[in-house]
């Protein structure tokens, strides 16, 4: 199968290799939560809520008193996907991503500001296409922003794959399962930190390098699309206010 035309260059759903697919996000979707987004990249959508800073509900789950307790559960929807199969509750793909979720918005959630207290996330797959683990990473940090948890930076996923000799951005569900390598990225934008990496399959050097760089250039675009988003938040509740 030819993933990438060689005569036009365009990708199978019209894309070209460096381009993304589009973004859309809103936040304040769950009322009861303190904070929560939805977040699309193309076809795949999902949803996050944050609860707290709140006092920890188990203290035998805190390391260190000093620091928040980040605790973080992914699940996705059974009609998500095409495949009907009931998946059980924790199991180990769902753990694996929870806590990658968690340990890349460690990262960015100045814990020590908020002692004795935890915050919850929770992020569900409402449809996927594809990057549902850069996609949750992204609702996650539009939800958390919402519920003001002070952030160093807002951090933002993305992939990239290389498929017919070629590094591809942002790859959906049957580039996807072309079984090629593909590198998923985490970055704090602004502080130009990479907090994740993930890469499936080897790389020479040269090529990883290409396809990582592209990744991070989509981190940053991410990172671009939620700031104006939290912008024109914060406009429309100033202007809801009078």
Same mark, same amino acid.
């Given at each position: 199968?030819?993933?990438?035309?060689?005569?036009?260059?365009?990708?199978?759903?019209?894309?070209?290799?460096?381009?993304?697919?589009?973004?859309?996000?809103?936040?304040?979707?769950?009322?009861?939560?303190?904070?929560?987004?939805?977040?699309?990249?193309?076809?795949?959508?999902?949803?996050?809520?944050?609860?707290? *800073?709140? @006092?920890?509900?188990?203290?035998?789950?805190?390391?260190?008193?000093?620091?928040?307790?980040?605790?973080?559960?992914?699940?996705?929807?059974?009609?998500?996907?095409?495949?009907?199969?009931?998946? *059980?509750?924790?199991?180990?793909?769902?753990?694996?991503?929870?806590?990658?979720?968690?340990?890349?918005?460690?990262?960015?959630?100045?814990?020590? &500001?908020?002692?004795?207290?935890?915050?919850?996330?929770?992020?569900?797959?409402?449809?996927?296409?594809?990057?549902?683990?850069?996609?949750?990473?992204?609702?996650?940090? &539009?939800?958390?922003?919402?519920?003001?948890?002070?952030?160093?930076?807002?951090?933002?996923?993305?992939?990239?794959?290389? &498929?017919?000799?070629? *590094?591809?951005?942002?790859?959906?569900?049957?580039?996807?399962?072309?079984?090629?390598?593909?590198?998923?990225?985490?970055?704090?934008?602004?502080?130009?930190?990479?907090? &994740?990496?993930?890469?499936?399959?080897?790389? *020479?050097?040269?090529?990883?390098?290409?396809?990582?760089?592209?990744?991070?250039?989509?981190?940053?675009?991410?990172?671009?699309?939620?700031?104006?988003?939290?912008? @024109?938040?914060?406009?429309?509740?100033?202007?809801?206010?009078?």
């Amino acid at each position: 199968m030819e993933y990438v035309d060689p005569l036009t260059g365009f990708r199978m759903d019209g894309r070209r290799p460096n381009e993304m697919r589009q973004l859309k996000g809103e936040v304040g979707v769950v009322a009861r939560a303190d904070g929560s987004a939805l977040f699309e990249m193309g076809n795949t959508r999902v949803i996050a809520a944050v609860y707290g *800073p709140r @006092e920890v509900q188990h203290k035998g789950q805190q390391v260190n008193n000093k620091e928040a307790l980040v605790r973080c559960e992914y699940r996705m929807a059974e009609f998500s996907t095409g495949d009907r199969r009931r998946k *059980p509750k924790g199991d180990r793909r769902s753990t694996e991503i929870s806590l990658v979720i968690r340990q890349t918005m460690e990262a960015s959630i100045l814990t020590h &500001l908020m002692p004795r207290s935890q915050i919850d996330i929770f992020v569900q797959v409402l449809q996927a296409d594809g990057g549902t683990r850069s996609a949750c990473i992204n609702a996650a940090t &539009l939800a958390l922003a919402d519920a003001g948890i002070p952030m160093r930076d807002i951090v933002t996923s993305c992939s990239a794959g290389y &498929l017919c000799s070629t *590094p591809l951005l942002d790859l959906n569900y049957v580039e996807d399962s072309a079984g090629g390598p593909d590198v998923t990225v985490g970055i704090l934008a602004k502080m130009d930190k990479v907090t &994740l990496l993930q890469m499936d399959a080897k790389l *020479p050097m040269d090529t990883f390098e290409n396809v990582m760089g592209l990744a991070i250039e989509g981190c940053k675009a991410i990172a671009t699309h939620i700031r104006e988003l939290l912008l @024109e938040n914060t406009k429309k509740q100033e202007r809801q206010r009078g």
